[in-house]
């Protein structure tokens, strides 16, 4: 595989790791310098530089050319001290992410010819052009790459993390907390009933749903899996596909999960030991799996879930066995600072992270929870009560029409009550009217009905939802609430009588018949 190859490949978008990259050559251990004498490269970094700059030698003014020979030339060493290379993957992140950075700024009219005219500015520009369209998630990947890409150019960044190169640092901020539940069973998404149907299609696919759930397998870990080889009696041992080299032990607890092991045992390839056709790699086995992912509809647009819930149902399950409550995603709160943290450290190495803190991405955080149920309420509030709203109108109308004889109050009502994101459901307002006694009767003038008619409309179009209303007094005794208020403009419009407030709008014949 020559240079050639590697140009083209740098050329065309690197699309994600899907493309084999074959095996590049190593660097010698040692350069020599003017004089005859030779000095030992000790650290990957001078390697990088050395061969950055036999790059730049090698095509002058030529970036993309330079590219395709330094990742010709160079493999780059795995983080951490680890003796190995990254995985194809990884290091198509780096072109891509270097790709991405030279034709951002080819957009703002700053060509590049040589990769050494690159300066922090420059990538500060692209990090601000990105934050516009990127999340946190994707803005730290790039600059991460970037960043160490700058070392090997021999330049040492001011920048301390990616929010130092962004306008709004708080753009840069990841969110490693699960706020609300992304697992199938937390959807209604029967995944048994859902793997029956995808298994007339591929029984593999089928399989590795089960496998996602049973053990919280990544689906290139079940299409990478050989059951017979992984299956050491009270665990799985997971050793091949595995994110970052990282392979685990997964306990087999239960009957449930035993016999899922022989039933991946029994689908195996008989001559490869794989849980794949022998046809097929990896990456045609991913490609084949999502594709009847979406053909049946089990997608997130569709249903509101991915294969990755299945792994956040199983690190659910796990933290709520350990932790006895459920976990914070799923409305449970936390045990002891100690039992939480046992829970946590299990989930992890079930999952087969390197860091406790990620967990929180699949269990959730009572705290973060909290602080973004008071965010969404407050948010839902601001939009209803928002002074140049209808509502806000039409309430003030409907206070001056009605008197002092009684009280008319508006409330969120289920779950978005508590904070509780809506998911695309509609909005539940209640309406009731209360003598000042506080017992619920009609209003003089205007029945609740007719008030309700008129104001579903008036709400749907303020917040562009759908919005269902209801009477108060109707309500379960324990249907969580949230009063709206609304300004009183009384004494205004009194002492202002030539504003005079809207009247209630009358139902028309549709509304009144449906």
């Given at each position: 595989m020559g240079a050639s190859w590697r140009h083209i490949h740098v050329l065309i978008a690197y699309l994600h790791g899907e493309t084999e990259m074959g095996t590049l050559k190593l660097l010698p251990d040692r350069e020599h310098r003017p004089?005859?004498?030779?000095?030992?490269?000790?650290?990957?970094?001078?390697?990088?530089?050395?061969?950055?700059?036999?790059?730049?030698?090698?095509?002058?003014r030529d970036c993309w050319g330079q590219l395709a020979y330094f990742f010709e030339h160079y493999r780059i060493p795995a983080a951490q001290g680890r003796s190995r290379s990254v995985s194809v993957a990884t290091e198509t992140k780096y072109m891509a992410s270097i790709r991405l950075l030279i034709n951002s700024l080819a957009e703002e009219n700053i060509r590049i010819g040589d990769l050494g005219e690159l300066t922090r500015k420059h990538l500060q520009i692209a990090m601000r052009k990105w934050e516009a369209t990127c999340g946190a998630s994707t803005l730290q990947t790039r600059y991460s790459c970037l960043a160490r890409f700058y070392g090997w150019l021999g330049q040492e960044l001011p920048f301390k993390s990616v929010k130092d190169t962004l306008q709004n640092p708080a753009n840069?901020?990841?969110?490693?907390?699960?706020?609300?539940?992304?697992?199938?069973?937390?959807?209604?998404?029967?995944m048994d009933a859902s793997a029956y149907r995808v298994g007339e299609d591929c029984i593999?696919?089928?399989?590795?749903?089960?496998?996602?759930?049973?053990?919280?397998?990544?689906?290139?870990?079940?299409?990478?899996?050989?059951?017979?080889?992984?299956?050491r009696g009270a665990y799985l041992e997971i050793l091949h596909g595995a994110k970052g080299g990282r392979g685990r032990s997964v306990p087999i607890a239960t009957a449930h999960q035993r016999q899922l092991v022989e039933d991946a045992k029994a689908l195996a390839d008989p001559k490869t030991g794989l849980l794949r056709p022998r046809q097929l790699t990896i990456k045609q086995a991913r490609t084949r799996f999502y594709h009847l992912m979406r053909k049946h509809g089990l997608t997130k647009s569709?249903?509101?879930?991915?294969?990755?819930?299945?792994?956040?149902e199983y690190a659910c399950a796990v933290y709520?066995?350990?932790?006895?409550?459920?976990?914070?995603?799923?409305?449970?709160?936390?045990p002891s600072r100690e039992i939480e943290m046992a829970a946590r450290k299990v989930v992890t190495s079930h999952l087969g992270h390197g860091r406790t803190s990620v967990t929180t991405a699949y269990t959730g955080s009572v705290v973060n929870i909290e602080r973004h149920q008071m965010r969404h309420m407050t948010e839902l509030l601001g939009q209803l009560q928002a002074p140049g709203g209808g509502l806000q109108a039409y309430m003030q109308a409907l206070a001056l029409s009605l008197g002092q004889e009684g009280d008319l109050r508006v409330h969120v009502i289920g779950p978005e009550a508590d904070g509780h994101p809506p998911q695309g459901a509609p909005l539940l307002l209640s309406v009731g009217y209360s003598d000042l006694q506080g017992h619920f009767k009609q209003p003089a003038g205007v029945s609740l009905g007719e008030i309700i008619r008129t104001m579903a409309p008036i709400v749907q179009n303020q917040l562009g939802r759908v919005c269902f209303i209801q009477e108060t007094q109707y309500l379960p005794p324990d249907t969580p609430t949230l009063e709206v208020l609304f300004q009183n403009r009384k004494q205004e419009v009194i002492a202002n009588p030539t504003a005079t407030p809207p009247a209630p709008a009358p139902a028309t014949q549709a509304e009144m018949n449906g």
């Open positions: 004089g005859g004498k030779k000095r030992a490269i000790t650290t990957p970094t001078e390697q990088a530089q050395q061969v950055m700059q036999e790059a730049q030698r090698h095509a002058p840069g901020r990841r969110a490693y907390s699960a706020v609300v539940p992304k697992a199938w069973d937390r959807k209604g998404v029967d593999y696919t089928a399989m590795y749903l089960r496998l996602a759930r049973g053990f919280g397998l990544r689906v290139q870990e079940a299409a990478a899996l050989k059951p017979h080889e992984s299956d569709a249903l509101g879930v991915t294969a990755h819930g299945l792994r956040h709520e066995e350990i932790a006895g409550v459920p976990a914070p995603v799923n409305q449970g709160r936390n």
